[in-house]
């Protein structure tokens, strides 16, 4: 186990709790945008796509307004899909499922592939 690996995961949990803590402390559930990028990264974070993760979590965060409208309109035509508290059971469970930070050779094949050309593009 690598320790930026851990110390990515700690992060990238950390920041996804602070996401729902927000929208806690804002008495709100997420907005559909808010709604996809928290689904997908967590998605992403249950297959140790970490760098898929990060990037998720910081489109989460990004202002009303420099938000794509093309996909505000694509998004405003699905119904909500998870509330803050399916977003906390799905962290609880992938933590618990694949609490261990794993590598490449803990990934199927073509999700090891991917992951090494994610990270290829941020060397």
Avoid at 62 to 72: N, T, Y
Avoid at 85 to 93: E, F, K, P, V
């Amino acid at each position: 186990m690598q320790a930026i690996d851990v110390e990515r995961k700690n992060r990238l949990h950390a920041n996804f709790i602070a996401a729902l803590d927000l929208l806690d402390a804002e008495h709100r559930e997420p907005d559909r945008w808010e709604e996809e990028c928290l689904s997908y990264a967590l998605g992403a974070m249950a297959c140790g796509m970490y760098l898929v993760a990060e990037v998720e979590l910081a489109a989460f965060a990004r202002p009303i307004d420099e938000r794509s409208p093309d996909v505000l309109a694509a998004l405003a035509q699905k119904p909500a899909r998870f509330t803050k508290d399916m977003l906390r059971h799905g962290l609880d469970y992938v933590n618990q499922r694949y609490g261990h930070v794993g590598d490449a050779a803990d990934l199927p094949a073509v999700l090891a592939a991917g992951q090494q050309d994610l990270q290829s593009l941020t060397a």
